[in-house]
């Protein structure tokens, strides 16, 4: 088969039936300079929009092209191709190659350890548990939130107005944060494991355009299916996945991992100090005490996969459960059952909003440390200003479909900088969604998400200012969690003052933000922030500094798209959840090191990229070298990934090299 890229194709050959197939089969032919019969098969690769000329907005395309003269046809069209002026880009088709994972599970080496432990079921944790558990490791995995069908009904729930779960929500549940999002499969990386991530998500019943879409997404809908779909495939090879059950400590012993202990809540039934007037919250805690009951019921009636010491201990924690309409705390009493588990291999795949992971981990003497991200808002316009902007005439041809955008840019240094700060946009929605993404108790936080067919009134996107290590307050590792905390408790704060309910969003127009005015609603768009606005200065709960690129960033960035900054668009606040705010340094063996041997320089830690395949097999002198802990860091938590794509890559990466030095051994 050939392959022709960067093929120009007209609008109407997106359309479905023979119409467009006739349109594409005579660009191809043009391409190669033959009759439209003499091609037998054409597969669609790959296609793009380019909108760069408003008046001219086409697809690009890579086909593979099968010639009725096989493979001496296909040669030949090549060879002439290169003597032709002009010619597109053509050379042999190489089939995708599906993903080769090692057998070891009946090793001397594997029957030798505990199985491995997966922390967390976001995309890395997810990817890496399926590649364990196809090399016959039986991985345990364990996430502290919900299963997804569980976790979409508690969402729903506080959408509604119910109480905050902090165990089960936008951030913390089967899928992680990315399950209520775009649902984007793009990526700025360059990784040979990209290509494998695709292919498997369509394996879990994610569409098949994913895998010639230049911006693949998903969409939250789907997603939801799909992520139950891997979790089953990981148990039908031989895993096991525990919800409602979370990592609360880490033992080393002589340098290397040796125990984990992991924890389950136990709600009581009805919440304690509930007043009458939040029944709601009482079903709710019911609710899930039961699921969770009968949950441990299951498992202790199970036969045991692996021997370990198990401790049980009941404890008092305390779950604060905001009173409907006001912004006073309840107190719930949680009971929890700890155990202890043999461990000499955990992958650490917790999200970047588990931060009291990062504090076992960091108390645990594993080395981390501070890492840049941004903060910002959420900015909404109407769809159809985005599409007329992107799109010019073409706007509503039915090909096209909601447009996106990215913007960014390096703006000069503010009073008291010795740089000037990167601003952007960040996962953009098209025809999405504002969602209330809090993850704790009096902390407003908002993300973006759409659903597959992006088909709602608006687009969001992130509106985020670059922040690092000099914002801080402090040398801690996790000092970058108090500035977002101190963000997005100024949020909640601000919100109740201009008169919201607990956990509405405090929002305001691009107008007012620039006037310096708290104004009123938007005369055009809408909110979706399913809790409600409350209309305010954004200025009395972002940084100044940040407000200060916003103001600077948001007249020139509308110059890039026009109608971006347009009055009656609406920022809604706070988003400081886009990335992790710590890396927890791991070495070229994937691996985290504890704090003294880093300090000893026994440990060069790895940048975050990804590499290939070979890079993780731990083959080189340097990796030899370095010790073995035991512990894995992997995915966006841990700070080696940006997205659903990064994070699952980082996840079969990872994997691969646990496998490897297992093997190895």
């Keep these: 088969m050939l392959e022709i890229s960067n093929l120009a194709l007209p609008l109407d050959a997106g359309l479905e039936g023979k119409q467009a197939d006739k349109l594409v089969r005579r660009a191809a032919a043009r391409a190669l300079n033959i009759p439209p019969n003499n091609i037998i098969e054409i597969r669609l690769l790959k296609r793009s929009v380019d909108a760069r000329k408003k008046h001219d907005v086409h697809f690009v395309a890579t086909l593979g092209v099968e010639l009725a003269g096989g493979a001496q046809a296909e040669a030949a069209a090549i060879e002439a191709a290169a003597l032709r002026k002009g010619a597109a880009n053509m050379k042999a088709h190489r089939p995708y190659e599906p993903l080769q994972v090692p057998q070891i599970g009946d090793s001397p080496q594997a029957q030798n350890e505990p199985r491995p432990i997966v922390v967390g079921t976001g995309p890395a944790g997810l990817f890496c548990a399926l590649y364990l558990a196809r090399a016959g490791l039986r991985p345990l995995v364990v996430e502290r939130g919900a299963a997804v069908d569980e976790r979409m009904a508690a969402v729903d729930a506080f959408n509604a107005g119910e109480p905050l779960d902090p165990h089960t929500n936008i951030q913390y549940g089967e899928g992680g944060a990315g399950t209520f999002s775009d649902g984007k499969l793009t990526t700025n990386i360059k990784s040979p494991w990209a290509q494998h991530v695709l292919h498997l998500f369509v394996e879990a019943g994610a569409p098949e355009e994913i895998l010639w879409q230049a911006k693949p997404h998903i969409g939250t809908d789907l997603l939801v299916d799909i992520v139950r779909n891997i979790r089953k495939q990981i148990e039908q090879a031989g895993g096991e996945v525990r919800f409602n059950t979370q990592l609360t400590a880490l033992h080393f012993e002589n340098g290397h991992l040796a125990q984990a202990e992991i924890t389950r809540p136990q709600p009581t039934q009805t919440l304690r100090g509930c007043s009458t007037n939040c029944p709601e919250s009482a079903q709710a805690e019911g609710r899930q005490a039961e699921a969770v009951q009968a949950e441990t019921l299951q498992l202790a009636s199970a036969k045991p996969e ?77 769809q159809q200003l985005i599409n007329r902007s992107q799109y010019g005439k073409a706007a509503d041809h039915p090909a096209l479909g909601a447009a996106d955008y990215k913007l960014s840019m390096h703006l000069r240094p503010q009073k008291g900088e010795e740089q000037g700060r990167g601003v952007y946009t960040f996962c ?125 960033a948001l007249p020139q ?25 710590v890396r927890i340094v791991r070495g070229k063996n994937m691996q985290a090191q504890l704090a003294a041997a880093s300090a000893s320089g026994c440990v060069q830690g790895e940048a975050s990229t990804s590499l290939g395949p070979s890079a993780a097999y731990g083959q080189s002198a340097d990796v030899a070298l370095e010790p073995e802990t035991g512990l894995y860091p992997c995915g966006e938590g841990a700070g080696y990934a940006g997205g659903i794509m990064s994070a699952a890559c980082d996840g079969l990466r990872v994997a691969s090299a646990l496998v490897e030095s297992l093997r190895l051994k």
């Design 557 to 581: 960035l509308d110059r890039r798209l026009h109608g971006f900054a347009d009055p009656q668009a609406v920022l809604t606040g706070v988003e400081t959840r886009s990335s992790s705010p």
């Design 306 to 382: 692996i021997s370990h010491a198990e401790v049980l201990q009941s404890e008092t924690a305390q779950l604060e459960t905001p009173q409907s309409g006001v912004g006073k705390l309840e107190t719930a009493q949680i009971e929890t059952t700890a155990e202890l588990v043999p461990a000499s291999r955990v992958v650490l795949a917790c999200g970047h909003s588990a931060r009291d992971t990062f504090e076992l981990v960091r108390d645990a003497g594993v080395h981390m440390e501070q890492k840049p991200f941004s903060v910002g808002v959420r900015i909404e316009h109407s």
């Design 428 to 552: 953009m929605c098209p025809g999405g969604e504002v969602v209330c993404a809090a993850s704790e108790p009096e902390g407003v936080v908002v993300n973006g998400m759409s659903r597959f067919a992006r088909d709602g009134q608006n687009a969001n996107s992130a509106l985020l200012v670059g922040v690092g290590p000099e914002d801080f307050d402090g040398e801690d590792p996790l000092a970058g969690i108090k500035l977002q905390r101190e963000m997005e408790q100024a949020a909640y704060r601000t919100a109740i003052a201009a008169g919201g309910e607990p956990y509405q969003a405090p929002a305001q127009t691009v107008g007012d933000f620039l006037a310096h005015r708290a104004g009123g609603p938007s005369k055009q768009v809408k909110p979706t922030y399913a809790r409600g606005v409350a209309w305010c200065d954004l200025h009395e709960c972002l940084p100044p500094f940040v407000a200060r690129a916003m103001e600077q």
